[in-house]
Each structure stands twice: as C-alpha cells, then as structure tokens.
C-alpha cells in the first residue's frame, strides 16, 4: 500500500488533532528521557574504558615530592621518606604510593558523574595488605610494631595488696627481747662555774618571758602594823555609815566620791582594814630563779563608818589612788587579784543585781552592802579577814597609758574561781557603779623576807611576771602621781 492512498485513508477517518501545548509537554519529556539515558550511558562507557590497575611510576615520584598537609587540617598526611641518615631508635615510614591508587574493581575520576556515583555507592575499602612475618624481620626496626606491653611488676604488686585480705595489726606493746643490747648514751659532765666579772652577773633582761602562775603559800605571819601608819585613827565623834548613806542619797558620781575621800581622809574608816593581811607567793624569776614575795593587802574593800556600823563604798580611779596614794598604797594588777582571791579565808559567790541607770545610785550601793553582810555572817567568817569574790577590783595596768581617762575594772569571781568581769577599760575614769570595790596593796613588799618597794618589783623585768600578766608594768610612780594630781 503506497503512502498516498494512505494519506486519503487517514483524512476520510475522524482522528481529532491534538494541540500546540500537548505537542510542546511530550516533546518535553522525550527530550528529558533522552538526556538521562544518554547522561547514564556515559558514566557506565567511562566505568569500562578507566584504567584500573597500580598506579603509573611518575604517581610515585610525585608523591615523594608532595608536602603534607597541617595535622590540624582534617586531611591524613602522607608521611615523607627519610632524607638522609636516620637517627638511632627512630621509626621512619616510607612514602606508599599505592596510597593513591584508586580501590580495586571501580575507577573514581574527577569527571565521573555525581549521578552516577549516588547510583552505585560508596566503593568498598579494601584494607592494606598486612606484611608477612618475613617481610617484618627484614624491615627491623622501621616497621612500629604495637604489639601490647607487660604489666609493670609494681603495678602488679599493687594489684595483688589490693586484692589479699586484709589483716590487722595489734597495737599492743611487745616485750623488749632479752638478747637486745642498746648501748648507754654517754653522760654529759656538768663544767664547774667559772668566775665573771661583776658586770656580767647582772640579770638577764627577759620582758617577753612571763613566768609561770605562781603558787600561793599558806604563812601564819603578819604584815607589820607600821605599814598602815599613814592611816589616821577614827574621830569619836565621827558619822557612822548610816548618817552618811542618808547625806548621800541621791548623789552620784565625783561628787559622792568626794564627800566619801574626805571622811576616809579623815580617818572615818573601820578600824579592821588597818590590820593587813599577808599573800604570799612562790616561783622563779626571769633569770630562773625561785623567790618568794609577800603583799600586804586590805582584808576588805574600802569602807566609810565604823567596826560595827560601815558601808563598802565604791570610788573612781582618780579617788581611789589619791586614797593610795595617802596610805602609802597601791590598787592591785588583774594577777594580784587572783593570788588574793585563792590566798582569801573567806570566798564570797557573786550576787549581781539588775542592770539599769540606777547601779551607780546611793541605794543601789547600800542594798548590796546589806547582801554581801548577810553571806559573810552566814559562812561565819570573823571580822577582819581576808574576803574576796563579792566586788569587782579597780585595778593596775599598762593599758591605763594606752586609753587615758579610763578606769580599769577586773574580778568579780565565781566559785570555780574564774571572773565574772574580764580586764575592761570601757567606763571613764569617774565612773563607779555598786559591783566595785577598792582593795589597796601596801607600797611595802617582801622579796624573800627583805623589804622592799612593789612599784620597783613591777617594773622590774626579772619579777614582774610573778605579780603582772602584762610584764613590767611602766612607769608606775609616774602614773599614779599623774592619776593622783587629777
């Protein structure tokens, strides 16, 4: 059948004719199948036609000549052939060419198409082919060899402590073995004293060294009345102590502490605070040596009035030295305090009253007294001596220079012997309340039976540590004529 009959077949039958878009979209997807199987046909030609076998010899010079790339690059170097000797003890690595080869069975060009790669995979990797026994030999010391090393023996010591039971250890002594001879230290032998001139027999000056709590001794000896000889004797016709509390009421302060100093002055006083009473004490000096020194103290605090009808009467520092000073007396350091109070006959328990504005009153002061009369009476404790524990002590010390103006206060003990008031210098030197009390030491002191001046013994490096926690207490004729003339 020729084509023209064909021609007029096809125009007689009622074919509809398609469009101009639908000619366009198939035309379309003919060219896209026909470009993808093209595209694919090509990487398969060039999977076939790529050269696939070791590496041509101009690869391996031109690894050896390559550099490698910085460790921090996220590349493997290469490792570079030894130029030169090698040094002893190290490994060199070789260059491997066949490190550029491309893996066996599949070629990866440059121009190989990414298509076709998703298609295929990933090539397989195929591990170096491991050196034979032989070829390890041969190689000595170029090939590292990681084979595992031995556990150190002392690490496995270690291990096998950890690991045994463990046992215990007695703690008993053991007897010393018979056959054990310990040869004698030799003695030292104790060279005679050999004579100094007199300028180096003079104390050693040792102001850091304090010396140890002395002990208290128990004497039945008596201080000499001539020490309260500046005392004068009471009038006959003076007020007794409850005339002068009633004159008093209301009044506070240096006033009352005036009025007080007069009549003290005055001789109105009762009469058993004129009957000293010894402390002695016992211990060793700077230079080492043992001495004993004797106080002759108040048996009580001060007190205006008589023997039967008195009142103990708390004073300022500037009254109380200037009374010291009259008397021939000194106020007591914190450490002298304590040695009166263990030496006391009679040890009276605190009794503080409520604290408040009204302490430093005339009342206050008077119903105390009338507290501390009743303990005394009860424990039975004779007139005249020597009592401690029921006043607070205006004291001596170094820091009366530090802080002028101040009043130092310290005592107040309990039973079991420790103050209820530390060293304290907080109040004014007028300042008085009714838990004070002012307990005089006589000027006159015995260091191993010989008089002599307390004020030189507590400046004094080599004994005032027996009498003074503070060391050498300084210039103390100066500072109570300073306190005295205020």
């Known amino acids: ?57 101009v690869t391996g010079r031109l690894a050896a000549t390559l550099p490698s790339p910085a460790p921090d690059a996220g590349i493997p170097a290469a490792a570079q052939p030894a130029i030169g000797p090698r040094a002893e003890g190290t490994v060199a690595l070789s260059a491997h060419p066949g490190a550029l080869a491309r893996p066996a069975g599949r070629a990866t060009l440059p121009h190989t198409p990414r298509l076709s790669r998703i298609f295929r995979g990933a090539p397989p990797a195929t591990p170096p082919a491991r050196p034979s026994p032989d070829a390890r030999q041969q190689q000595g010391t170029d090939t590292a060899v990681l084979r595992p090393r031995s556990r150190p023996g002392s690490l496995r010591q270690r291990t096998a402590e950890r690991q045994a039971p463990q046992q215990f250890v007695s703690l008993r002594p053991r007897l010393r073995p018979a056959d054990l001879d310990i040869p004698a230290a030799p003695r030292k032998t104790r060279r005679a ?19 140890a709590r002395p002990k208290v001794l128990r004497t039945s000896s008596r201080c000499p009345r001539r020490l309260t000889a500046a005392m004068p004797g009471r009038a006959r016709g003076a007020a007794g102590a409850h005339a002068i509390m009633a004159r008093l009421s209301g009044i506070e302060g240096v006033t009352r502490d005036a009025y007080v100093t007069r009549e003290i002055l005055s001789g109105n006083m009762p009469g058993f605070l004129r009957d000293l009473r010894p402390v002695s004490l016992r211990g060793r000096a700077a230079d080492g040596r043992r001495v004993t020194i004797t106080l002759c103290v108040t048996p009580d605090y001060l007190a205006v009035g008589s023997d039967r009808d008195y009142t103990r009467i708390p004073l300022g520092l500037r009254a109380a030295t200037r009374i010291g000073g009259a008397f021939g007396m000194v106020l007591p350091t914190p450490r002298m305090v304590d040695l009166i109070h263990r030496a006391a006959d009679v040890r009276i328990a605190p009794r503080p009253m409520p604290a408040g504005p009204k302490m430093r009153s005339t009342d206050y002061l008077t119903r105390h007294n009338a507290t501390v009369a009743a303990q005394i009476s009860a424990a039975g404790a004779s007139q005249g001596a020597l009592i401690s524990g029921h006043k607070k002590d205006v004291v001596l010390t170094n820091r009366l220079a530090e802080r002028p103006g101040r009043v130092a206060i310290y005592g107040w003990h309990r039973a079991n ?69 205020n």
């Open 1 to 57: 059948m020729t084509r023209a009959p064909l021609r007029r077949v096809a125009a007689a039958l009622p074919i509809p004719r398609p469009g101009i878009g639908a000619l366009a979209v198939a035309l379309a997807v003919a060219v896209a199948v026909i470009g993808a199987g093209a595209y694919g046909l090509r990487g398969m030609i060039a999977d076939r036609v790529a050269p696939v076998g070791p590496p041509p010899a």
């Open 417 to 485: 012997g420790e103050p209820i008031q530390p060293l304290s210098t907080v109040h004014g030197a007028g300042y008085a309340d009714y838990s004070h009390g002012v307990r005089l030491v006589s000027r006159t002191a015995y260091l191993d039976g010989r008089p002599a001046d307390l004020r030189d013994l507590l400046a004094s490096p080599r004994y005032a540590a027996l009498l003074s926690e503070e060391g050498p207490v300084t210039g103390p004729r100066l500072r109570m004529a300073a306190l005295a003339a």
């Open 193 to 211: 004293p050999q004579a100094q001139p007199e300028a180096a027999r003079e104390p050693v000056q040792r102001t850091a060294a304090i010396a």
